[in-house]
């Protein structure tokens, strides 16, 4: 796959919209986690994720910790079809 995201088995998707406007629009505490994720979240796949998670927990801080456990998870497949089932981060697969 060419471009800055290496190699990955993660699907890519073109953008009809402005990301940055997107991402400015964000609440502030999921800008800050966004700005230290792993994946490289779009900014409408993030919000989507996280008011689902609000809906959910009722609470900001669970639904930051829910798009962690959904981002280990992602994290933990996308590394088993690249560097296979002894990989580290392959263990946390079934955790969420």
């Known amino acids: ?7 990955t088995s993660l699907k890519c ?5 402005d990301p940055m406007r997107d991402y400015d ?5 999921l800008r800050i986690w966004l700005s230290g994720a792993v994946l490289p979240w779009r900014p409408r796949s993030v919000r989507r994720a ?7 927990t009722g609470g900001v801080g669970p639904a930051l ?3 962690d456990r959904i981002e280990r998870r992602i994290v933990s497949k996308d590394a088993r079809k690249i560097w296979g089932q002894d990989h580290p981060n392959v263990s946390n697969v079934n955790r969420v």
């Open 13 to 17: 998707k073109r953008r009809s919209s």
């Open 1 to 7: 796959m060419a471009g800055n995201l290496g190699r």
């Open 25 to 29: 629009r964000l609440p502030r505490e």
């Open 50 to 56: 996280f008011d689902a998670a609000l809906s959910r």
């Open 65 to 67: 910790a829910e798009l």
